[in-house]
């Protein structure tokens, strides 16, 4: 090859990297159709330059072998290729067919994690706004959908989900969150190791609270080994410091209101009392409330250790409300609320957070903005007696993998199979797809261009960044929100599907999230339309190397208040009351005889949920789906590193490698989900020779979070023994 060929063949495009929230900004060297190198983009205006181990498997995904690229079709136990048109018509037919025999909740939908990383996730909108089920689902309920009603109660909009201002604060409090390996999540921040050291370097404090020293741990001055679940009852106790000692309160940009409740709820929290359920002596609990209390600024930030615990709600609130009594709400250094290009926040606070619209069929769990908590989904799927059928007969999943990331001991593969018609949207024959009657593979991630618009709402800095296209997509290769919007379109009443089907599928293609992205910077708060000639538009944002940076979070929850009287909550009626009620359980520390350990979860660099264990890069070296446990703990059972060991719960057990650490609070132990890639029919093959175990076998879906029915994953009690029959190696 001539040095000027190679010269023309070899390009280097810039982009994000589209597998976490972090979206850090990426240059991919390409060489003919091969990427030959993927590294961070020091001139993104958000990550400069820095990158996790994960960005590489971008470039794998995209050339893997596993990946479909055609839609598939089920016949018998295997799937076939067929052509798009072929598939959206049986699609339609079948979706249309459950719905006019057993109606409009007949068919269900989930929305999985990646769904949110693309700008196409509006479309898997539209297309559950066209099927008009009530049995929506998404990974929102096994994630943030406590953080989101604590923010509906306290300032009024589920959106209004407030970011810690890492870069300016004077002490960082992070409870049940590990940024160092997440990059941070509804507090987007890429290089979070770096972000960190900048406070201590700067002259500021970090505190970690997490039963397990981790990698975050490990960064900061102190790290506080919080009993699992034990957040609420350390924060009480903080409160009650703060209250006792006198608050030292910055005039609030928004009026507080309920200090009075609080004060006299928190009046019996004494960090005496609060210290055994917390697992965090009284000294402790005083020493981090007055470091709060007395920092220049201060913020706790709380993520989804505490999320995935019965108490996930009232953990969020209270840490709104620490950071509210201190001074620390919308300032500097504190809790704010972003500028981003397309203001969501304020376009969505009006719409309502919705609570109890409607139930699920047992009346257990009640709709939380107009979605169903996943722990249900089974029940939906299953009748009352064994072989019986339930109310859904259909299923569309896109983005998701629910068999092996939500907690239903095992019941939704037998659910999956009882279904009339299941369409997968994915690019894997997954632990889910396997079972589904068509698949529906979008493009790799390099072969998309996009402008993201969620998680500039989230980012620890106001940022406007363009996704360049890494490949053009084969002809006949689809977009998710093509597949969307097809798949509404099929489900749409007549006359949509017959005699305007032309002009409208016309139409639907030009509706492309580029042009609705252009049309929501143009008339955003930084849009032309309002800031004149100098304002933003997607032409000027795709143009900037880098992206642009829209400077640090500002004040401004006065314009976005959304309750009725335009007051931050600090106490509202029904956390007072559950509070209460917890305050009045006698028993501290629950344990059964049985099931004598605490499970957590816990995520690796180099995992992302459940669909990297395809990429060799990303499951080369140690096993990482072990059982982490405490060395009193494997000694009383007289268990030794390495040996394979059966944790149980009351509903499932797995059998996993135990790896002994003090890293990890005595009574606890930690194995990460995602894992258990050993079904048979799954189409990844690299993943199968480092299967590990579903972690969520073991999780009852009955337990969850108070308020919201999110998955509470963190609580389970489980017991741990050497595998039956297993010799040691
Ligand atoms: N026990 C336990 N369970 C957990 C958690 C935990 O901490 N502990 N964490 C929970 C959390 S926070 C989350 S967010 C969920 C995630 O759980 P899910 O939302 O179910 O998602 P993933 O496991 O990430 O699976 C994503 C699927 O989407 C496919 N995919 C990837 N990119 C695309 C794309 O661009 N388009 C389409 N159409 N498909 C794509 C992948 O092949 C994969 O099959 O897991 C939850 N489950
Ligand atoms: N590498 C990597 N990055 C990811 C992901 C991934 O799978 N891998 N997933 C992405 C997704 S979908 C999300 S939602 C985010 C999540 O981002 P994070 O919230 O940062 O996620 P985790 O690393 O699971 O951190 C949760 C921490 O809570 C601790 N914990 C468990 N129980 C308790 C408790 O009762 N109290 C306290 N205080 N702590 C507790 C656990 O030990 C763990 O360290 O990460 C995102 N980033
Ligand atoms: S932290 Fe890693 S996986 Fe997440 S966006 Fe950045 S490079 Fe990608
Ligand atoms: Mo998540």
Redesign the pocket.
């Known amino acids: 090859m001539t040095a000027e060929k190679t010269a023309v063949s070899t390009h280097t495009v810039a982009r994000q990297c589209t597998l976490?929230?972090?979206h850090c900004g990426i240059l991919v060297t390409v060489d003919h159709d091969r990427v030959t190198r993927i590294e961070g983009d020091p001139d993104d205006v958000l990550s400069h330059g820095y990158i996790?181990p994960?960005a590489t498997a971008l470039a794998d995904l995209h050339h893997d072998p596993d990946r479909l690229r055609r839609p598939m079709r089920r016949v018998g136990d295997s799937f076939e290729e067929i052509d798009w048109d072929e598939a959206f018509a049986l699609a339609g037919s079948r979706l249309r067919a459950v719905q006019r025999r057993h109606g409009r909740d007949a068919v269900a939908m989930y929305l999985g994690?990646p769904a949110a990383h693309s700008s196409s996730v509006l479309y898997g909108i539209a297309l559950r706004v066209a099927l008009l089920t009530r049995k929506f689902y998404s990974?929102s309920s096994i994630?943030?959908f406590p953080q989101e009603f604590a923010a509906w109660k306290m300032f009024g909009s589920n959106v209004l989900m407030p970011i810690a201002d890492v870069d300016r604060t004077d002490r960082l409090l992070i409870?049940?969150?590990?940024?160092a390996?997440?990059?941070?999540?509804v507090t987007t921040m890429p290089d979070a190791r770096g972000r960190i050291a900048a406070i201590r370097r700067r002259g500021g404090s970090v505190v970690v609270?997490?039963?397990?020293r981790?990698e975050?741990a490990r960064l900061a001055d102190e790290h506080v080994a919080?009993?699992?679940?034990?957040?609420p009852y350390l924060l009480l106790g903080m409160l009650h410091t703060i209250f006792a000692d006198g608050i030292h309160q910055k005039p609030a940009t928004v009026p507080l209101t309920g200090m009075d409740h609080l004060a006299e709820l928190v009046a019996a929290c004494t960090p005496e009392e609060m210290a055994p359920r917390a697992g965090v002596d009284a000294d402790t609990i005083r020493r981090l409330a007055r470091d709060h209390n007395s920092a220049r600024s201060a913020v706790a930030y709380?993520?989804?250790?505490?999320?995935?615990?019965v108490t996930g709600t009232l953990t969020h609130w209270l840490v709104n409300t620490l950071n509210a009594v201190t001074g620390n709400l919308d300032r500097p250094g504190g809790q704010m609320f972003s500028s981003p290009p397309i203001d969501v926040a304020r376009l969505m606070r009006r719409l309502g957070s919705g609570y109890g619209m409607w139930s699920s069929r047992t009346g257990e769990y009640k709709s939380f903005r107009t979605e169903l908590p996943v722990v249900g989904m089974a029940d939906e799927m299953l009748g009352d007696a064994q072989g019986s059928v339930g109310p859904v007969r259909a299923l569309v999943t896109y983005a998701g993998n629910p068999v092996l990331s939500t907690p239903q001991g095992g019941r939704l593969d037998e659910a999956l199979d009882s279904l009339d018609f299941f369409v997968a949207v994915d690019m894997y024959l997954t632990e889910t797809s396997r079972h589904a009657d068509l698949i529906l593979p979008p493009v790799s991630h390099l072969e998309r261009e996009e402008f993201d618009f969620l998680f500039p709402v989230f980012s620890v800095r106001n940022n406007a960044r363009f996704s360049a296209r890494v490949f053009e997509p084969a002809a006949d290769a689809l977009e998710d929100w093509q597949i969307m919007s097809r798949l509404t379109l099929e489900v749409l009443p007549l006359p949509f599907r017959t005699w305007s089907a032309r002009p409208v599928r016309a139409l639907l293609d030009r509706l492309s999230p580029l042009r609705l992205g252009a049309l929501g910077v143009l008339t955003g708060p930084h849009g032309v339309l309002r800031r004149g000639r100098r304002g933003l538009t997607l032409g000027r944002i795709r143009r900037a190397r880098g992206g642009i940076d829209l400077g640090p979070l500002q004040p401004r929850l006065r314009s976005l208040v959304s309750t009725r009287d335009r007051r931050v909550h600090v106490a509202p009626p029904e956390f007072v009351d559950e509070t209460r009620r917890l305050a009045a359980d006698a028993e501290i520390d629950y344990r059964d005889e049985e099931f004598d350990l605490r499970l957590?979860?816990?995520?690796?660099?180099?995992?992302?949920?459940s669909w990297l264990h395809n990429i060799p890069t990303m499951v080369k070296g140690r096993d990482r789906c072990t059982v982490l446990m405490h060395p009193d703990d494997a000694a009383s059972r007289s268990l030794v590193h390495g040996q394979p060991v059966t944790v149980r719960s009351r509903i499932g057990s797995i059998v996993v490698p135990v790896e002994v650490s003090d890293e990890i609070r005595a009574g606890t132990v930690?194995v990460p989900h995602?894992w258990g890639h050993d079904e048979k029919g799954v189409g990844w093959f690299t993943a199968a020779a480092h299967p590990g175990a579903n972690v969520n076998l073991l999780h009852d879906p009955a337990v969850t979070d108070t308020f919201t029915g999110n998955a509470a994953v963190?609580?389970t009690m489980v017991n741990v023994a050497a595998k039956a029959s297993a010799a040691i190696s």
């Open positions: 976490c929230e972090a996790c994960k994690n990974a994630d943030q409870l049940g969150a590990n940024p390996v997440s990059n941070g999540s609270v997490d039963p397990r981790t975050t919080v009993r699992p679940g034990g957040d709380a993520r989804i250790g505490v999320c995935h615990q957590i979860g816990r995520r690796h660099l180099r995992s992302n949920n930690a995602g963190n609580a």
